[in-house]
């Protein structure tokens, strides 16, 4: 029963953002097609935040989107469609940074010679 709970719930929000995505998809194919036709890019932004490209990708465009060591947003533009790629040279050098300062972050609480201290005198540090 609770796994039948758990498929609907999961199936629901899914559905949900296939639905926004859908609309979106619509809302930015209206929105290029209301511009004059030597205004039509088929890439921009929908929803005020939200970016598309309709264009057909291009290794240049792939590779960019999705490999850009030089680029610090790990968020890019998709390549086709709308909503956003993941550039993965920023989110590897972002889950460095964010490991090492969980690393800062666990010292111990006693340096080696307080803590063999404590153990001589059952004193916990």
Not at 33 to 61: C, M, N, Q, S
């Amino acid at each position: 029963m609770f796994k039948q709970k758990s498929k609907k719930k999961k199936s629901l929000f899914s559905n949900l953002l296939s639905l926004i995505s859908i609309i979106l998809t619509i809302m930015a194919i209206v929105q290029e097609i209301k511009k004059p036709k030597e205004e039509r890019k088929w890439t921009g932004h929908v929803a005020g935040f939200v970016p598309y490209d309709l264009r057909p990708p291009t290794l240049e465009r792939i590779r960019k989107a999705y490999w850009d060591p030089d680029n610090p947003q790990i968020f890019t533009t998709t390549t086709m469609g709308v909503g956003w790629a993941i550039n993965i040279p920023s989110l590897v050098k972002f889950i460095q940074i964010a490991s090492q300062g969980a690393m800062d972050l666990i010292k111990p609480c006693c340096a080696e010679k307080d803590i063999q201290e404590a153990e001589k005198s059952d004193n916990i540090c």
